[in-house]
């Protein structure tokens, strides 16, 4: 059958002389491939519809869909959401590549609304944000894909719970013996990360590259500990060295 669904594209292959394969996350049917005919071909009028393929694309779909198989088809595309910033500016498009090389290891077939607003809307605050906010919101994205995810850490600093300790999830009252945690201003700012309930505040946190890069990588640990198949996140260094 035919359906009209948002998708946000996080890998495309070549196919043949003139087709794609396309991995996406659609807000109707969870993650799912296809393939896109004709893709890389130019009409006579000069457009090639192969600029829609992008990774962290946000389209419009016009797709045929059959429970019953692995690979679906591809009708229509338009743009759901037109980058002013991100593919230009290179700390956004290193934050864009993070992101999406995240969520490739870390989705599911199965629909997750809520999910899908999320990336959305992550991605369309990377466009518009400020240099605080887009420095700053690659840890409070996988804080909330984490809670999305149904494994967000929990508890809150204080002087009771000054520790978060990364392997249990959780703020604890002392040191673990294991070296996954925060403590003192990281394990406090870590809190602040996990209270926030919108963007535009993440201008307000300050960090240098030393405390950012610690917070998001055991970040990235954390999430890491549910996927047994979780593997080395090839864009991170080139991120940290874009953040420092």
């Not at 659609?26 to 071909?41: C, D, I, N, S």
């Amino acid at each position: 059958m035919l359906h009209n669904t948002k998708g946000i594209v996080l890998r495309v292959t070549k196919y043949g002389d003139t087709s794609l394969i396309m991995t996406a996350y659609t807000e109707l049917f969870g993650l799912q491939q296809y393939m896109v005919k004709g893709a890389r071909v130019t009409s006579k009028k000069g457009a090639n519809k192969g600029v829609f393929y992008q990774p962290a694309a946000i389209l419009q779909m016009e797709v045929y869909h059959s429970p019953m198989k692995t690979l679906q088809m591809v009708k229509e595309v338009s743009w759901e959401y037109v980058y002013q910033n991100t593919y230009s500016d290179v700390l956004r498009n290193a934050v864009a590549i993070y992101i999406v090389e995240i969520l490739q290891q870390t989705l599911q077939p199965e629909p997750h609304p809520e999910l899908f607003y999320l990336i959305e809307d992550t991605f369309k605050q990377l466009d518009k944000g400020g240099p605080g906010l887009v420095s700053n919101l690659p840890i409070y994205f996988l804080i909330h894909l984490s809670e999305n995810l149904g494994f967000g850490l929990q508890g809150r600093y204080s002087a009771e719970t000054p520790v978060l300790d990364i392997k249990e999830g959780q703020f604890v009252a002392s040191n673990p013996m294991h070296p996954y945690f925060l403590e003192k201003q990281e394990a406090q700012t870590a809190s602040t990360f996990m209270s926030l309930q919108f963007y535009n505040e993440l201008e307000e946190i300050v960090l240098n590259g030393a405390q950012r890069k610690k917070i998001l990588e055991l970040f990235q640990l954390s999430l890491s500990f549910h996927y047994k198949k979780f593997s080395e996140i090839k864009s991170l260094p080139i991120l940290q060295e874009v953040l420092h």
